[in-house]
């Protein structure tokens, strides 16, 4: 039983290019959520899935993008990378439960 | 304002006595309260919950609610070095969860 599955676990990218963060759950939950965490700020949610076929903002959703592609997978978009996105993403899943975390992207944008 | 605010530590204790966490948040209308640990470079995991005024008590850990104060408290009882971690409150205020900063805390052996 994988949990959340985020993918890719580190990745570098120059400032202005793009990417996508793959994140899927197999614990058949309905919500999805992107959080990035930095030093000193704590866990931050850029957007959720309330459900599937829905999408919010969460707290700093500005520069970012979300797909939820299916129930099971709900994707993070960065369009433009700036340095200000260098920091840990974690994408957490849930049904009126506990938030349940995958193991987390680490990006750095030079 | 801080909707959950934690102080940040680092806070030592020795090994086998007992460490004590504290939380505030700001929103009364929250419903659900959780405690997560978080080793260094590695994600959150669970490992409370409350959702009710009083204590609750799981293993070696209790979690402590308070909401005429708007507190969360969570003690562990004979630390363990391998309880050495920061330490994150989380509240759900509706369908979101609010995180404080966390709370370092490091056992001495």
């Known amino acids: 039983n994988a949990g959340v599955t985020q993918t890719p676990k580190f990745q570098v990218l120059k400032t202005g290019q793009s990417m996508t963060l793959q994140c899927a759950q197999d614990m058949n939950h309905n919500s999805m959520y992107w959080y990035r965490q930095d030093p000193g700020m704590g866990l931050r949610l850029i957007y959720y899935?309330?459900?599937?076929?829905?999408?919010d903002k969460g707290e700093v959703p500005n520069g970012y993008n979300v797909s939820r592609l299916n129930k099971r997978e709900f994707s993070l978009r960065l369009e433009s990378a700036a340095p200000s996105q260098t920091s840990v993403y974690f994408c957490a899943s849930r049904n009126n439960s506990p938030l349940h975390f995958g193991n987390g992207t680490r990006l750095t944008v030079t | 304002q801080k909707e959950v605010e934690q102080n940040s530590g680092p806070l030592s204790v020795p090994e086998g006595a007992i460490a004590s966490l504290n939380c505030t948040y700001s929103?009364?209308?929250?419903?659900?309260f959780f405690w997560y640990r978080q080793y260094s470079g590695k994600s959150p995991e669970l490992i409370m919950s409350i959702y009710s005024n009083g204590d609750k008590e799981d293993g070696r850990f209790t979690a402590q609610l308070n909401k005429a104060s708007q507190y969360v408290s969570l003690l562990i009882r004979d630390s363990q070095p391998s309880d050495s971690a920061t330490y994150l409150c989380?509240?759900?205020?509706?369908?979101?969860?609010?995180f404080g900063t966390g709370t370092s805390l490091t056992v001495i052996p």
């Open positions: 989380a509240v759900l205020t509706g369908n979101q969860f609010y």
């Open positions: 899935s309330a459900s599937e076929g829905t999408t």
């Open positions: 929103d009364r209308g929250s419903q659900s």
